[in-house]
């Protein structure tokens, strides 16, 4: 059974930092990704890795802020979260694709964790 169990969000300061973890089970996946919801959005894509190579992908709203890694041993999947914004508040998802390419839309994710909320105060 595959799962994607996502932690590591809580509440911070604007300007401070949060590490999220999507550890997966099940599975082996080409790409993982973050996507993040605020309320009344639609999901959005934040940042993507492939398992092999390691090649990444990020939004232009955190390019510069976060990062994206993998530890292929553990089968997780972290976002280092620095220089957090208001926002940036949002349930942030974890989700896995078999595609050798990072897509940005969720309709092309197979697996999705069930979020991990990131709250950001000013």
């Known amino acids: 059974q595959v799962q994607l169990v996502e932690s590591g969000g809580g509440l911070v300061q604007a300007g401070g930092s949060l590490r999220l973890s999507c550890v997966v089970t099940?599975?082996?996946?080409?790409?993982m990704a973050w996507f993040r919801q605020a309320p009344g959005k639609e999901r959005e894509f934040v940042a993507g890795i492939r398992w092999n190579g390691g090649s990444t992908r990020y939004s232009d709203s955190v390019k510069g802020r976060f990062t994206i890694s993998r530890d292929n041993a553990k089968n997780t999947v972290y976002l280092q979260m620095n220089s957090l914004k208001p926002e940036d508040t949002a349930v942030y998802y974890c989700?896995?694709?078999?595609?050798?390419?990072?897509?940005?839309?969720?309709?092309?994710?197979?697996?999705w964790g069930q979020g991990t909320q990131v709250t950001v105060s000013s």
């Open positions: 989700a896995a694709d078999y595609s050798l390419s990072i897509a940005t839309i969720p309709p092309e994710y197979d697996y």
């Open positions: 099940g599975r082996t996946f080409s790409t």
